[in-house]
């Protein structure tokens, strides 16, 4: 009854929906608690969301107002798990949201909004086949690769299909670094019993960034027992990483041999086409109207997949503002206003990051002494851009890469400036990494 009130609630005030999509989706994961006289009390499932609805408390007040014909006041709560159970005003059977969200699981992360290309179709299918028969196909199944290449999107869609298939299955997503967290805190609590039980009776665990782990060597060893105690009962291990099993330093022989043991796929970083579908399932999501022809203009421009979410919200902050849709003429501004912010923003740390994000290495790498092919050429492509995009003199490039002397930032020079007037592909790589440097900052 509650929820049919709120749903009509909802339907009424549809042209909020055009008017600012963020804030009616946020109303739209709000759920009523109680309606008492000239109160409506209304939960919120996050802090952020309750912090947000809080400052457009007046607005919602109104909105309820003109809804009921009567002053109507309106209060927001923070609905926990502890407060679930306890509050006799939640006392029912929770619904997929709270299922989800107890599995650590984000509502969107689903296979229906993961956007396929030959970039990661095999990592798609396996996912698939995982999620569907969960301990059966690969088991452990790893993927590994870059920031924003999708991984926890897949990792997290297994587990929705488990839990959509059975609501009662016992299914955790969480990060290395929180099981180790967890775990320190259940010997400082002297719980550890309790901890071992939550996690070595799951049928599902997804571990994202497992590479935090290696060279915890107590944390390593709960993690080993935990692993074959989930795979013996028949459960099933999903793990994320940026590199490969075999690359992870400090990782014990025998979780190595573990974690290869099932299927490894490398998703590789998503191309233009890709970064387009990704575009349009979040202006999707967000409510947002986008063309399509715009959509490529911007994927083209904007090679981190991480920074898609954020330029696509920028843009339409603008275009609201301006009452006006999100139209060429108004992507071509941003980008030539975040063109001249670079120039005066732009720091040679900035060059770094980007070039070491899209050959997936790490900056102690590029500064170190590998001659490994990615790693020079990388290490090129970053003294080339920190002499163009900033001018800087060559001694100053060679001590921000760690190299001995000016002459070997001189090769790099010459060498990227050949590569880019015969390698074509190389030299859409370049543009790639310049035009991310002009949206990161």
Known sequence: MLQSFWDEFLVSIKEKKKKNPIYYSILRDVHPIEIKEDTVTLSCSSLGAQKYLEKKRDDVGSLLTLHLHKKTAVKFVLVTNKR???SPLLSFEPSKEDVFRKAGLRANYTFESFAVSSTNQIAFAAAQSVGKTPGSSYNPLFFYGGVGFGKTHLAQAIAHTVLEDDPSSSVLFCSGEAFMNELI????EKTTPRF?????TL???????IQFIAGKQTVQEEFFHTFYSIVSAGGQ???????????????????????????IVDIQQPDFELRT????????EKDIDIDIEV?????????????????LLSLYARSAAGGHT???????????????EKKHKLSPQDIIKTVCSFYNIKQSQLKGASRKSTIALARQVAMFLLRTELGLNLEEVAFLVKRKDHTTVLHAMNKIRNLNMKDVTFREELSSITKALSVST
Do not use: N
């Open 185 to 188: 805190e259940s010997i400082r």
């Open 326 to 340: 999100i139209s060429l003429d108004l992507v071509e501004d941003f980008f030539r206003d975040k063109s001249v």
């Open 196 to 200: 071992r039980k939550k996690f070595r």
């Open 277 to 284: 579908a990704i575009l349009l399932i979040k202006a999707r």
């Open 237 to 263: 291990v999903v793990l994320t990483s940026d590199r490969p099993p075999r690359e992870i330093r400090k990782l014990e022989d025998r979780l190595r041999s573990r974690f290869s043991g099932g299927l």
């Open 295 to 311: 959509a490529k203009i911007i994927a083209e421009a904007v090679v981190d997949t991480r920074s898609l979410e954020g330029t």
């Open 203 to 209: 049928k599902v665990i997804v571990v994202d960034d």
């Open 84 to 86: 679930m159970d306890e």
